[in-house]
């Protein structure tokens, strides 16, 4: 691609971008601030947030319970997918039961969570770990049984072991679809924790949305808004990245944004 | 630049890749060979005779009714050091063949021997040439590492490790291409790596399943050339399944001809007295070629 193209490419988005703040603004001067509030009112209601503090902090907080639930889940998921997928008879069991399972939206869990695991972060970290685990495991599970059967033989007459080839042949091949699978994973925590925190917490970004509606502060409810897509993004951004850099050899390769 | 442009000469510049490596590899042979070598090597391996008697392989019927009988009641000997041909048309059950001695599939009845031991498992004596380099390379690995897999398995120590993977790739022409990756490699190079890979792990025997089937007619030429080169320097037996008449009398010592399936067994042998390289334009080539295609005319 020559430069003009990409100057081009970056005015084109430039100006869609102040498209939709200027629909943004007509319409909430048509509809008034209590509705729909302009988007220089929300920064203004974000500088608020941010100047007190409570916008960094309620964002850390969210964060640190969606990377804590979801890397515990993933370390979960990857053995476990790895397991079904190379024993058949465990499979035989698992796999039934995972398609049923997986069907069950972690919000639905947030009641019980709360009875297991108390009202503090366990049971915010145990509803992120389930939205992951699930995702992860089914993707790996996948992944292992689409190992090229080739590849696995080749290495049986090299003399590989059955460890062996679980180490250096299943594993490695099926990287991508773990990868894919702890992608897709980190947009289902940030659903589940917003919905947690609006549910139960007094912290975090969901707390935020839910609870600006006692003062009516809409413009509060879109600063909430817009910093949960701009956390998804780069996290979504950021793993994508440390993927490419440190799992490029295996095959992971996706640099745009993955479809949900 | 225009994408096809780009491709041909991506294109070009792997075919002259492709030339580079056949030459480089044809001098070291110059230096080498020798046949005293060879023989030592060859006596070194007698012992891994393969012993095929009788077998048959069948799949039960799905809906319960006559078993699909694959190959019935096989017989074959393959002397060590030899380069015999499997050659029969499409889903005769040459590969279910190669497959039983390669130990991937289970034998219904018969004996099937290699040295003195009944086949139950792959085993590292017999390594396996696929067809399909994309599917059986290992694409996370580089060349030498893909080269050094069977080693690491083993547990050999790295400069030994080293020392046997420089020899292989030389030997197969990839010298300079050890850190490449095999989606940088062309169709013909990803078959070098499979040989060397397998080479490495010092096999008494290799089963080769139409491994040039899916390369392009020049290429095909120059592997069938390196690889008689690579059987005369190694002394390794092989046994190399094809549908391709030409390239059976361009390789083969022997060659087997299976009926068609099913209950396919090897009908008849053919002594290939003609000595390496072959020349097709020789008339005894041509007389030989004519008189296989007789089998698969009825």
């Known amino acids: 691609m020559t430069i003009t193209d990409k100057t081009k490419r970056v005015l084109l988005q430039l100006a869609f971008w102040a498209g939709l703040l200027a629909l943004w603004q007509g319409l909430a001067s048509a509809y008034g601030p209590e509705i729909l509030p302009g988007p220089a009112q929300t920064a203004r209601g974000g500088w608020e947030l941010l100047a007190d503090g409570t916008l960094p902090s309620y964002i850390g907080i969210s964060f640190s319970r969606v990377l804590l639930g979801w890397s515990l889940g993933s370390l979960i998921a990857i053995p476990l997918g790895l397991l079904i997928g190379r024993v058949g008879a465990i499979r035989a069991f698992a796999e039934p039961f995972l398609n049923f399972i997986r069907f069950i939206p972690p919000i639905a869990f947030i009641t019980l969570f709360l009875i297991w695991f108390g009202i503090g972060e366990t049971s915010k970290v145990m509803l992120i770990l389930y939205a992951t685990l699930f995702i992860v495991l089914l993707n790996t599970l996948t992944g292992v049984l689409s190992v090229e059967e080739d590849r696995i033989r080749s290495a049986r007459s090299m003399g590989a072991s059955d460890w062996q080839i679980v180490r250096h042949v299943v594993v490695p091949a099926t990287v991508p679809y773990m990868f894919t699978g702890i992608r897709l994973a980190m947009g289902t925590s940030f659903m589940a924790i917003i919905g947690a925190e609006m549910i139960a917490s007094n912290e975090g970004v969901g707390y935020l949305i839910w609870n600006s509606r006692l003062f009516f502060r809409t413009d509060w409810i879109f600063v909430g808004l817009i910093s949960l897509g701009l956390m998804g993004f780069v996290t979504d951004r950021a793993v994508a990245l440390l993927g490419r850099k440190l799992l490029g050899r295996y095959g992971v390769v996706s640099t745009g944004s993955l479809r949900r | ?298």
Not at chain 2, 74 to 96: H, M, N, Q, Y
Not at chain 2, 130 to 154: C, H, I, Y
Not at chain 2, 213 to 231: P, S
């Open chain 2, 1 to 298: 630049m225009g994408t096809a442009m780009r491709k041909a000469q991506g294109q070009a510049a792997e075919e002259a890749a492709e030339r580079r490596a056949a030459k480089a590899a044809a001098m070291r042979t110059a230096h080498t060979s020798e046949p005293a070598a060879a023989q030592q090597r060859q006596a070194a391996e007698a012992g891994h005779e393969i012993d095929i008697h009788q077998l048959s392989k069948s799949y039960p019927h799905a809906g319960g009714g006559e078993p699909q009988h694959i190959l019935r009641e096989v017989d074959l000997t393959v002397r060590s050091g030899e380069f015999f041909i499997l050659l029969g048309p499409s889903g005769c059950g040459k590969s279910t063949l190669l497959g039983l001695i390669a130990g991937f599939v289970a034998k219904t009845s018969g004996r099937l021997r290699v040295g003195e031991r009944e086949v139950e498992r792959p085993g590292p004596d017999r390594a396996v040439v696929f067809q399909q380099a994309d599917s059986s390379l290992f694409p996370w690995l580089t060349v030498r590492e893909n080269v050094e897999f069977g080693l690491r398995m083993k547990k050999t120590k790295a400069p030994e490790r080293r020392a046997i993977s420089d020899r292989y790739i030389g030997l197969v022409g990839l010298t300079g291409h050890e850190d490449k990756f095999p989606r940088e490699l062309s169709g013909g190079m990803k078959q070098r790596v499979q040989l060397a890979r397998v080479l490495a792990n010092d096999p008494a025997i290799l089963l080769m399943d139409e491994p040039f089937g899916a390369l392009d007619a020049m290429t095909r030429r120059t592997m069938q050339r390196e690889l008689v080169r690579i059987w005369r320097d190694t002394g390794k037996t092989v046994i190399f399944v094809t549908h391709d008449i030409q390239e059976a009398l361009l390789l083969g010592g022997r060659i087997g001809i299976m009926s068609p399936g099913p209950s396919s067994r090897i009908s008849d042998i053919y002594d290939v007295a003609l000595a390496y390289p072959r020349d097709i334009a020789d008339p005894a080539f041509h007389e030989l070629h004519a008189r296989i295609q007789g089998h698969f005319d009825e």
